[in-house]
């Protein structure tokens, strides 16, 4: 994933007035808890207006859809409820040249109620301007299919927690006001999401493209280190 390229995204949705929701690895993190993800994923609210508005913004980014899809074709419910029932399809991938380290997946279905979950939705703003909605914690988790009433564990089994970015010059604690809890495993990783929750947007995309950089090197190591 790659920042200019969700912004690009995320400016091209909302000009062309587009009504979404991300879900997924990306949501997850908005919400403060660190995960890998390099693929933005979205519910769009399935009427043909929305649709063909959602396929024209990607439209401008070079983003196409991977099976030969049209707004018109993706608009019709009974042939996406065709290629769930028949192909278990759960998204239609969509890919541009342009963007490649940002695909972009969208459900071809509405696994909540879109209306009242936009309106519950977590707003968080890129660079100060743009407004993101993000499904709420509740209902990312049951899109996992896990037990609400176990949050804490059930947001553990969904989320991997990074490093804490803390701030290198930030003012050291005294002793005697000292928290031992952060001492614990428990305590160390509340203070991780605290943290994680905290960052502006734009910096988790950063940390997440900072890890995709740093997973591609491990997979495609020096050359010279193997010689």
């Not at 980014?61 to 290629?83: C, G, H, M, V």
């Not at 940002?102 to 071809?108: C, K, M, Q």
């Not at 100060?128 to 209902?139: A, H």
Request: aromatic fraction near 8%; hydrophobic fraction near 40%.
């Amino acid at each position: 994933m790659k920042l200019d390229s969700f912004t690009a995204l995320v400016s091209a949705l909302e000009d062309a007035e587009v009504r979404y929701l991300i879900v997924g690895g990306l949501a997850v993190n908005a919400h403060g808890y660190s995960r890998f993800t390099k693929d933005v994923d979205c519910v769009i609210q399935l009427v043909p207006e929305n649709i063909q508005r959602t396929f024209a913004a990607l439209k401008t980014l070079e983003y196409k859809p991977l099976l030969p899809i049209t707004a018109k074709q993706f608009a019709d419910t009974s042939l996406r409820n065709s290629w769930i029932r028949e192909k278990n399809m759960q998204v239609l991938q969509f890919w541009s040249d342009k963007h490649q380290a940002t695909p972009v997946d969208i459900f071809v279905d509405e696994p909540f109620v879109f209306e009242n979950e936009y309106n519950n939705a977590l707003i968080k703003p890129l660079f100060g301007k743009l407004s993101v909605r993000f499904v709420t914690i509740e209902t990312l988790i049951a899109m996992k299919k896990l037990p609400i009433g176990h949050k804490t564990k059930s947001i553990s089994k969904i989320c991997v927690c990074g490093k804490s970015p803390m701030s290198d010059n930030q003012p050291t604690q005294s002793l005697e006001n000292f928290d031992w809890q952060l001492t614990t495993f428990t305590g160390a990783r509340r203070e991780q999401l605290r943290r994680w929750a905290d960052l502006p947007l734009e910096e988790i995309i950063l940390a997440l493209e900072e890890m995709q950089t740093l997973t591609e090197q491990l997979q495609s190591p020096d050359p010279r280190l193997t010689e």
